[in-house]
């Protein structure tokens, strides 16, 4: 067989003449020069150990043991590399199965959720940080251990509630899309609408007139929440109020028909609350033989409200400049129906 150059040996095979001069370097091959070529070239035996070392990688054996495998020309080390990477590849099987049913709950509360959100709840937390621990090292017990405790977690059951919500009558505050012009208040609808609550539960001192004031809020319509595509997303806030009382504009006076519905106390996360706790419940109320889905305007995120919990305490206070929510809990509600 005549020797064949470094760029063609690298075109034949598709690799790169760089690797080609690292295994050179590393001892994994070795190249020949004559006064016929100016650039490396290999003979025979040199091609045969490239292919050998090819295979080898596809089969993803680490450089050092093949070095070694060739090197030796012993059985018994390549069946011990061979057998060390057998059982690397069988523990990366089951992380990568668990990785596998993580990635299919993300996908369905993304699905559920109707929109791309940063979820920084504390279990999600712990998946990404656990399937990054996996990409190191898949066969550490430890990392293996923090895979399946966060698939736990993910597919736990909540503490679900049955409440009947009394009719009422609300005042609303309504905004569709964002608002480039406004400060960090009126950006997001979730905030806008908030502010123009907040100034009417003051202007009107609600917590002195109805001290059992209750406040809700729900997508209207669901749309993305992100940057120059909110403009399809909108938000509504309620506070329900004496009959009796004026709602001025842009607020509207509204009626609550009230229900029944399943609920799930959720601890505070930003305007985007913890759309994997939204999914829980979700698949709660698929999954009752008791109760079912009463779903409502499909604009109005089918029926499903969140309510802001002990509402008086938060409002009848003093308003504190860049408040963070700390401390607030939300009740996240579906509309249920008994079966």
């Not at 035996?45 to 495998?69: T, W």
């Not at 123009?196 to 109805?210: A, E, G, T, Y």
């Not at 309510?307 to 860049?322: I, Q, V």
Request: glycine content about 6%; charged content about 25%; hydrophobic content about 35%.
């Amino acid at each position: 067989m005549e020797l064949q150059t470094i760029s063609k040996v690298s075109k034949f095979y598709g690799i790169s003449t760089r690797t080609l001069r690292y295994y050179e370097q590393i001892g994994l091959i070795s190249s020949t020069r004559t006064e016929d070529f100016a650039y490396r070239s290999y003979d025979e035996y040199a091609v045969l150990r490239l292919q050998q070392i090819i295979l080898l990688r596809k089969l993803r054996i680490p450089l050092k043991q093949i070095k070694d495998i060739l090197a030796s020309g012993d059985v018994a080390v390549a069946i011990e590399a061979f057998e060390h990477n057998l059982a690397e590849i069988e523990d990366e099987i089951t992380a990568l199965s668990t990785i596998r049913s993580v990635i299919s709950v993300f996908l369905q509360r993304l699905n559920l959720s109707g929109k791309v959100v940063l979820l920084d709840d504390k279990s999600l937390l712990e998946v990404v940080d656990a399937l990054t621990a996996s990409k190191i090292n898949f066969k550490e017990d430890k990392t293996m251990d923090e895979l399946n405790k966060a698939n736990e977690k993910l597919n736990k059951r909540l503490n679900v509630r049955i409440i009947y919500l009394p009719p009422a009558t609300v005042a609303s505050a309504h905004v569709i899309g964002y608002n480039p012009n406004g400060d960090e208040e009126e950006y997001y609808p979730e905030a806008h609408t908030g502010l123009l609550l907040r100034n009417f539960i003051d202007d009107n001192k609600l917590p002195d007139v109805k001290p059992d004031f209750r406040k809700f809020g729900f997508n209207h319509p669901v749309g993305s929440k992100h940057g120059a595509m909110c403009g399809d997303h909108g938000y509504e806030h309620w506070v329900t109020i004496p009959d009796n009382m004026d709602v001025p504009a842009p607020m509207t006076k509204k009626h609550f028909c009230g229900g029944l519905y399943a609920a799930y106390t959720s601890p505070y996360h930003d305007y985007y609350d913890s759309w994997d706790e939204w999914a829980w419940l979700w698949e709660w109320v698929e999954g009752s033989e008791q109760y079912a889905l009463n779903a409502g305007d499909t604009e109005c995120w089918n029926g499903i409200l969140e309510e802001h919990l002990n509402a008086f305490t938060h409002y009848s206070k003093p308003r504190k400049a860049n408040f963070d929510g700390s401390g607030i809990q939300y009740d996240l509600l579906i509309p249920v129906k008994e079966r």
